[in-house]
């Protein structure tokens, strides 16, 4: 099977919120950060928690929303995890991704509070830049050969 982004991006519409976030997190990782995904209650919007150490040691925080294509993010959704930074406190970068697409609001809001997005066809192109038929193969349920 040729792994389209279209088939790609489907497939991960089917995960569950948990597994997506895991995906996320692995995504992260195969790009060279160390990775945490946070427990459910009480993680104020903050799914992975993303660093790298170095000369210049980095943080993301990432919300992870595993969404039909139909239901897009809001602007009140950029708020709270907004807020959801600002209790982590210490963070050089906020990022939101998701299977779906962000209504223009809330690209707005983004922009204004500098929270960068990730839709699911961005999503997709980073999973498939990775190139790795075995990250995947973890993740999908059939054996994945790329093609763009």
């Not at 595993?66 to 709270?80: F, M, N, V």
């Amino acid at each position: 099977m040729n792994l389209k982004r279209d088939d790609l991006l489907s497939q991960l519409r089917g995960m569950d919120g948990h597994e997506f976030e895991e995906l996320v997190a692995d995504v992260w990782e195969q790009r060279g950060w160390e990775t945490t995904v946070t427990t459910g209650s009480g993680d104020d919007g903050i799914d992975v928690i993303a660093e790298k150490s170095g000369a210049i040691s980095e943080k993301h925080v990432i919300q992870a929303k595993c969404y039909a294509k139909s239901s897009k993010i809001g602007p009140s959704d950029i708020r709270d995890f907004n807020t959801g930074i600002e209790l982590e406190g210490n963070v050089d970068v906020g990022i939101f991704v998701t299977t779906s697409s962000f209504t223009s609001e809330a690209k707005k809001t983004a922009k204004r509070v500098n929270v960068k997005l990730i839709n699911g066809k961005g999503l997709c192109e980073i999973v498939l830049a990775l190139n790795s038929q075995q990250f995947l193969s973890n993740y999908l349920h059939t054996e994945p050969t790329f093609k763009r």
